[in-house]
C-alpha cells in the first residue's frame, strides 16, 4: 500500500490490566516500542498524541477483590497509581494516561454502546450459560473450575487449563464447580448482545488482506488466520456487577464486555487531554476522525483480534472513526527461557527493577530493545542484562564519550577546539557516519527498533574505534593541533549520539546534553559535523553508566530460585492412590535389583536407553528404558536399579527388552531411577 503523508499521528499503547504491576514483558511488547516511537516522531517535530491509561473492568479484577477482601474499585485504585508512576518514572511519555473507571469514560463507552444499539447495528441473543443459584448470579469463565478433559488438573478454569495449556469452555469442564459458593453450577437462560462479525468479514479482508500487506508477518498471518475461518457473532455484555451498565433497557445486571470498553478508552482518554488542553491538542475528533491523521497501535500479539478485527469492526459500524494504519504488535518475552507468568509470579515488574536499580531506567530500555521480541518470541536472562551494560553501554558508548570529554578538558579546559586539516582517517570517521540519519529513519519508520538501536550504537563504535587509532594522548606531545582535529570530531560524534540515542535512552541522552552544555539539538541534525562550534564551553564531564556487578545479578538470581522452588512446592500434588489391589496381585510382580554394567542410547531414538544388566542369574538381562531425557548413559554404569524381571519379552527399535526399570515421576515429569539405599546383591528381590 502506498504510504500516505497525514499531518498527525495518533500513537495508541495497549491500556495495562490494574490488577497488578507492569512488568518486563509488557515493557518489551509494547511500551518501550510505542515510547520509541513516539519520541522518535517528536524530534521530527512531527504533530502525535500518545494515549495511555489503565484497563480496570473484566473478571480478574473482581476475583482479586473477593480474595482480598476488598472492592474492585480499592483494587484499581491501588494499581493504577502504582502503573502510573512506573511508567513516568521509566520515562513512557504518554501525553495522557487516564482510565477506564473514570466518568468521561463510562459515558463516553456507553453513548457509542447506545449509538450502535440505536443503528441496528448490534444483534440480540438468549443463550445459556453456567449460573450460581446460591450466589444468584451467572458465572464468568474464571469463576468456574473444574477438572480439565484434557489432563485431568482438578483446578482448571472455565477457559483455560493452566497446567496442559488447552483453551477451554466451562461446559468441557468435568466437575465444573463456582469459585463463588463451591456449589456446582446450572445452565439457565440469558439474553445478551451480539456484534455480528461476520457481517464485516468481506469488508475485512479487503481492508486488512488487500491493502495492509506491509503489517508484519505475524499480524498479518494471525489476522489471515481469522479471516479464513467463518467469523462469528461476538457477545459485547456480560451477566456482571463490575464495569459500565449496559444503556438499554431490560438490561439491568449487565455490564459492557471489557474488550468492548477498554479499547473505547483509548479515545474517552484523548478527549479528556483535549477538554482539559484545547489550546494545545484541539478537538480530539481530528485525532480519530480525521482521515489526515494516522493511526497506530502498539499491542502483544495476544491482542492483535481485539486491535486487528473487533475493534476496527465497533468503528466501522460506528461510522466516522479512521482505522488502524498500522499494529506492529511484537511476540512474547520469556524470563530465564521461563514463560513469564503473573500468576506464577515468574516476572520482573517494573516498580521492583526500579527499586533495585535506581537510575538505571536507560539499561534496561537498552536491553529490552535489543532483546525485543520484534518477530518471534525472545528471552531476556541477568547474565545477559549484565553483560550488555558492561560490554556495549559502559565499555563502547560510555567509554569514548567519557575519553572525548575527559581528553578536552584535560588538553583545552573544556573548550570545542578547532578542526585543523582533515587526514584520510579523519575522513574516514566521517564518512561512516554521515548516513546514518537515512538508515535509522528507514529502520524506525518500519518499526524495526532493535536494528535502528545497533545503528546508534555503531556510532559509538565507530568513535571508539576513531579515538582509539588515533591516540591524542601520545600525539599531544609532538603536534599538539593534530589533536585539536581529533577531538573536535570525536566531540561531534558524541553530540550525534546524544541525538542519536534520545528516541531508546532518554535519560542518559539528557545527561549528555548536559555536559556538552548544549540542551537542544535537533534530529535533522544528525550526521553533521558542526554541532558544537570551536570555543564552545563543555560542562564537567561525568561517567553516562557505570558497572553491573556479580552480587547485583546474584541477588536478582537468587530472588527468581526461591520463586521458581515456591512455584513448584505449590505446583506439586500427589497423583491419587489407585484402587486396592489384593496381596497375591502384587506378589505375582517379581521386582529384583540389578547391577548396571552397561548403558547406552539406542540409535534413532531420543528417549530409549539400553541397559545390561547383571540380575545374579549369570546371563546378562537387556532392558529397555524410556529415560534417555534424563540420564547420560556413563552416569548409570555401576549403579543398582529396581526391576520388574517377570515381564514378557518385548521388542523395541529391533532390541529385545527383558522386563522394565523402575522409576519415579516428579511433579513436573521427570523420572528418576529407583535404586536401593545400600549395597546389596544383583538378583536379589524386592518384597
Given at each position: 500500500m502506498e504510504q500516505k503523508n497525514y499531518k498527525r499521528t495518533t500513537v495508541t499503547a495497549a491500556l495495562p490490566y490494574a490488577n497488578g504491576g507492569v512488568h518486563i514483558g509488557h515493557l518489551a511488547g509494547v511500551y518501550v516500542?510505542?515510547?520509541?516511537?513516539?519520541?522518535?516522531?517528536?524530534?521530527?517535530?512531527?504533530?502525535?498524541?500518545?494515549i495511555g491509561g489503565s484497563d480496570e473492568h473484566g473478571v480478574p479484577i473482581t476475583i482479586r477483590a473477593r480474595k482480598e477482601g476488598v472492592t474492585p474499585q480499592d483494587i484499581v485504585d491501588r494499581y493504577h497509581q502504582m502503573i502510573k508512576e512506573s511508567f513516568k518514572e521509566f520515562g513512557i511519555s504518554f501525553d495522557v494516561y487516564s482510565r477506564t473507571t473514570s466518568p468521561n469514560h463510562h459515558q463516553f463507552a456507553a453513548d457509542f454502546f447506545r449509538k450502535l444499539y440505536d443503528d441496528g447495528k448490534l444483534v440480540e441473543e438468549i443463550t445459556t450459560q453456567l449460573y450460581d443459584e446460591y450466589a444468584h448470579q451467572f458465572l464468568a469463565d474464571r469463576y468456574i473450575t473444574g477438572e480439565c478433559p484434557h489432563c485431568h488438573n482438578e483446578g482448571a478454569y472455565g477457559d483455560q487449563c493452566e497446567k496442559c495449556g488447552h483453551d477451554l469452555s466451562p461446559t468441557e469442564l468435568i466437575n465444573p464447580k463456582s469459585t463463588i459458593s463451591g456449589s456446582t453450577p446450572v445452565m439457565k437462560e440469558t439474553k445478551n448482545w451480539y456484534l455480528p462479525l461476520?457481517?464485516?468479514q468481506e469488508w475485512l479482508k479487503h481492508w486488512i488482506l488487500d491493502e495492509h500487506k506491509e503489517w508484519r508477518p505475524n499480524v498479518y498471518g494471525q489476522c489471515k488466520s481469522w479471516l479464513e475461518m467463518d467469523l462469528q457473532p461476538r457477545a459485547m455484555t456480560r451477566d456482571l456487577d463490575w464495569g459500565i451498565p449496559v444503556p438499554v433497557e431490560g438490561a439491568e445486571g449487565k455490564v459492557l464486555y471489557v474488550w468492548f470498553d477498554a479499547p473505547i478508552g483509548y479515545v474517552s482518554n484523548t478527549k479528556e487531554l483535549c477538554e482539559r488542553h484545547p489550546e494545545r491538542w484541539g478537538s480530539w475528533k481530528q485525532w480519530w476522525q480525521d482521515d489526515e491523521t494516522r493511526l497506530v497501535h502498539f499491542i502483544g500479539k495476544d491482542n492483535i483480534v481485539f486491535h486487528c478485527i473487533i475493534f476496527p469492526v465497533m468503528m466501522k459500524a460506528h461510522g466516522g472513526y479512521i482505522m488502524p494504519d498500522n499494529v506492529p504488535a511484537?511476540?512474547?518475552?520469556?524470563?530465564?527461557?521461563?514463560?513469564?507468568?503473573?500468576?506464577?509470579?515468574w516476572a520482573i515488574w517494573l516498580h521492583e527493577y526500579l527499586s533495585d536499580f535506581p537510575g538505571k531506567q536507560d539499561v534496561l530500555r537498552y536491553v529490552l530493545t535489543a532483546n525485543a521480541p520484534e518477530t518471534k518470541d525472545n528471552n531476556f536472562t541477568w547474565r545477559d542484562f549484565q553483560e550488555r551494560n558492561n560490554s556495549e553501554l559502559v565499555a563502547i558508548y560510555g567509554n569514548f564519550v567519557n575519553r572525548a570529554l575527559q581528553l578536552t578538558k584535560k588538553y583545552f579546559d573544556g573548550v570545542v577546539p578547532a578542526c585543523g586539516i582533515l587526514t584520510e582517517t579523519d575522513g574516514q570517521a566521517i564518512e561512516e557516519f554521515k548516513g546514518v540519519k537515512e538508515r535509522m529513519e528507514r529502520l524506525l519508520d518500519q518499526f524495526k527498533f532493535r536494528e535502528a538501536q545497533k545503528e546508534a550504537m555503531n556510532l559509538a563504535r565507530i568513535g571508539n574505534k576513531y579515538i582509539t587509532d588515533c591516540e591524542p594522548w601520545k600525539v599531544w606531545k609532538t603536534d599538539p593541533e593534530r589533536v585539536e582535529t581529533i577531538l573536535y570530531i570525536s566531540l561531534q560524534l558524541v553530540a550525534n549520539l546524544s541525538i542519536a540515542f534520545e528516541p531508546f535512552l532518554p535519560f542518559s541522552s539528557k545527561k549528555l546534553r548536559d555536559m556538552l552544555n548544549k540542551p537542544e539539538l535537533d534530529w535533522q541534525q544528525l550526521g553533521q559535523t558542526d554541532l558544537l562550534q570551536p570555543g564552545h564551553q563543555l560542562a564537567d564531564p561525568e561517567l553516562l553508566f557505570e558497572k553491573i556487578d556479580d552480587e547485583a545479578i546474584q541477588k536478582q538470581l537468587d530472588r527468581l530460585e526461591a520463586i521458581r522452588k515456591a512455584n513448584e512446592a505449590a505446583a506439586y500434588k500427589a497423583a491419587p492412590v489407585k484402587e486396592n489391589?489384593?496381596?497375591?496381585?502384587?506378589?505375582?510382580?517379581?521386582?529384583?535389583?540389578?547391577?548396571?554394567?552397561?548403558?547406552e542410547k539406542v540409535k534413532k531414538s531420543k528417549k530409549l536407553l539400553k541397559f545390561i544388566l547383571d540380575d545374579g542369574t549369570g546371563k546378562p538381562r537387556t532392558i529397555l528404558?524410556?529415560?534417555?531425557?534424563?540420564?547420560?548413559p556413563e552416569d548409570l554404569v555401576g549403579k543398582d536399579v529396581l526391576f520388574i524381571a517377570n515381564f514378557p519379552p518385548r521388542s523395541m527399535m529391533g532390541i529385545e527388552s527383558q522386563g522394565m526399570i523402575l522409576s519415579a515421576a516428579d511433579y513436573d515429569g521427570s523420572l528418576s531411577v529407583t535404586t536401593t539405599l545400600r549395597k546389596v546383591k544383583p538378583g536379589s528381590q524386592v518384597g
Open positions: 516500542p510505542a515510547d520509541i516511537y513516539v519520541r522518535y516522531l517528536r524530534l521530527q517535530k512531527k504533530d502525535v498524541i500518545f461476520n457481517e464485516y511484537n511476540e512474547f518475552l520469556n524470563l530465564e527461557n521461563d514463560k513469564i507468568s503473573t500468576s506464577r509470579n489391589v489384593v496381596f497375591d496381585d502384587f506378589e505375582k510382580l517379581d521386582i529384583r535389583v540389578g547391577h548396571v554394567v552397561e548403558c528404558s524410556g529415560i534417555a531425557s534424563y540420564y547420560e
